[in-house]
């Protein structure tokens, strides 16, 4: 598991991230969501022990990155950002160094080997070298890489990016696959992927946490953003009147004869189709249709990130 | 330990994988043994003087284009990343990668020695200053590597790391040569002993003639040493920053 307490990481003057604090249990994927240079990489080369941590404390298997980095090391899987590997090397090759460097020697080595192929569908290409593989195989070779010696603990940096619509698919499968054992985080700049991918978002704009939570709990932690479209006949006035507690009126169109297409935005958390349908009765008119549309995440998204630009420029 | 082997094979499977090392042994082969033959039939004296005094000119310009990529390739494709997010010592990968190309001029230097063979048959050769010369010039490509090495881990591009190696390497060779040591003034003339005790060929040449002197070895192992520390440093650095 990752354990992740009160981390700052500066570079020079700009705080790349600051003041983080999250976990990454067993068995979980968490998808950690954010526009580019928001300080995803930053967070996660501290978890890996490539940089140091300016403050707070980051604790991976239970041993601290900054103390126990080679222990630490051992218990983790990495997939850098962009995938950088050793392109003269033929595939074989360079999972046999990684399996060396991992440890594993001889025969389990071989055999480590050979599930690596095959977990990540390496056949064919296994003895090519990775300068010559395409861009999909490559993030397979690389998350061979991290897999090797089976680590409890992943970290992948943007793993999808770069790759087509099949092979964004498939990595995905294998990220949920290997993900009901282990603790894995993963980064990404598209909503998208990590509300398929993962059971927790982080969303992180400017160096902090600007929310948290499952893909659907983080839609409803913006609150109000609920929409009612309602098509209604008689009094709309009324029923907006009626209703000024509740909802805020934000759009009308007639189109049939009688018939008001109303949309109302929610101002309160909770489910209150039930009030405009007891308001529309109130008022003595009838309702012909009540949709609800949850707030989508990709307003969710858009809203907090914008939020800390503001901050951010303040 | 085992990790740092590890590393070394995997270098040296790298400089053998593409032409790079054989490149490099074949043009400093050509280079060494041509201008050595060049002579040695005029001169008529059986000795491989004439070699061994060009090998500190040849390690100038060759060993900086073996070190170069060394961690500046590895920079620039973000493999150290990679790498050090493995479970290694920053000096096992240093030690490493360092070895591997010191094995690669060893091989080269060995590889001259038909030529050594070749001229024993035609006179009476010393094999003792042969030796001599051979350790000498081990400990000089040595401690140029490792210089080369550690100019290598400041850049990203291996153009810079190689003429700037050339650059330090020059200077490291000028410094003890008369034609600096005479422009110090007299003043100051203390420094003069100091200026040659500095000047990488000198050394060099003491243990070419077949004396070995320990202040010369000690001159060569801080001079490997250091840089490889200095490697380890600057690696670390990064982390930090």
């Known amino acids: 598991m990752i354990e ?38 930053t967070a996660m080369r501290v978890i890996t022990g490539l940089l140091y941590p300016h403050a707070g404390r980051v604790r991976v298997n239970g041993q601290d990155v900054f103390d126990d980095s080679a222990s630490v090391r ?153 929409v009612y479209k309602v098509e209604f006949a008689g009094d709309v006035a009324a029923l907006e009147a009626r209703l000024a507690q509740l909802l805020e009126p934000t759009g009308r169109l007639d189109i049939e004869e009688g018939w008001a297409h109303i949309v109302l935005t929610c101002k309160t958390t909770g489910d209150v189709s039930a009030d405009i349908f007891d308001a529309a009765v109130a008022v003595g008119g009838r309702l012909r249709r009540l949709q609800k549309q949850a707030a989508t995440l990709e307003e969710v998204f858009l809203e907090l990130t914008r939020g800390g630009e503001k901050e951010g420029q303040a | 330990m085992r990790r740092a082997l590890t590393i070394f094979k995997k270098e040296l499977k790298c400089y053998f994988d593409s032409p790079i090392a054989y490149i490099f042994i074949v043009v400093f082969l050509v280079l060494a043994v041509w201008v050595f033959f060049r002579g040695f039939f005029l001169i008529g004296e059986t000795s491989l003087r004439a070699m061994f005094v060009l090998i500190p000119w040849l390690c100038l310009f060759f060993i900086p284009a073996i070190s170069m990529r060394l961690w500046a390739e590895e920079r620039k494709a973000g493999t150290n990343e990679l790498l050090f997010s493995l479970p290694l010592e920053e000096w096992e990968v240093v030690v490493g990668k360092y070895l591997a190309a010191l094995l690669v001029y060893a091989a080269t230097l060995l590889l001259t020695l038909p030529v050594a063979i070749s001229v024993s048959f035609l006179g009476n050769l010393d094999w003792g200053v042969v030796t001599g010369s051979y350790i000498g010039a081990l400990f000089l ?101």
């Open chain 1, 74 to 226: 051992q218990g983790l899987g990495y997939l850098p950002e962009n995938t950088p590997l050793y392109d003269e090397m033929p595939v074989i090759d360079f999972l046999r160094f990684i399996g060396a460097i991992r440890g594993l020697r001889g025969a389990e080595l071989r055999s480590r080997i050979d599930e690596m192929v095959v977990v990540c569908s390496l056949g064919e290409m296994a003895f090519k070298d990775i300068g010559e593989l395409s861009r999909g195989y490559r993030q397979r070779v690389g998350l061979a890489q991290a897999l090797m010696h089976d680590p409890p603990v992943l970290v992948f940096d943007e793993p999808t990016s770069g790759l087509d619509p099949t092979q964004i698919v498939e990595i995905r499968k294998l990220i949920r696959d290997i993900g009901k054992q282990k603790a894995i985080l993963f980064s990404t700049h598209i909503l998208d992927e990590a509300q398929k991918t993962s059971d927790r978002i982080l969303v992180i704009s400017h160096g902090r946490i600007v929310a948290e939570g499952s893909p659907e709990t983080l839609s409803r932690q913006v609150h109000g953003r609920d």
């Open chain 1, 4 to 41: 992740v307490e009160h981390l700052t990481r500066r570079f020079g003057a700009t705080v790349a991230v600051d003041d983080v604090s999250f976990e990454v249990k067993p068995g979980e994927i968490v998808g950690f969501l954010g526009p580019n240079g928001a300080g995803k990489t």
């Open chain 2, 141 to 241: 490509g040595a401690a140029i590597l490792s210089v080369g090495t550690c100019v290598s881990s400041l850049t990203t591009n291996q153009i810079v790391a190689f003429i700037l190696g050339v650059i330090v390497v020059a200077g490291l060779m000028i410094v003890g040569e008369p034609i600096v040591t005479m422009f110090i003034p007299s003043s100051v003339a203390w420094l003069v002993p100091y200026a040659q005790y500095l000047g990488l060929a000198q050394h060099f040449g003491s243990i070419a003639r077949g004396v070995l002197d320990t202040r010369d070895f000690i001159y060569y192992l801080v001079l490997i040493i250091f840089p490889l520390y200095l490697t380890i440093k600057a690696i670390r650095a990064r982390k930090v920053a």
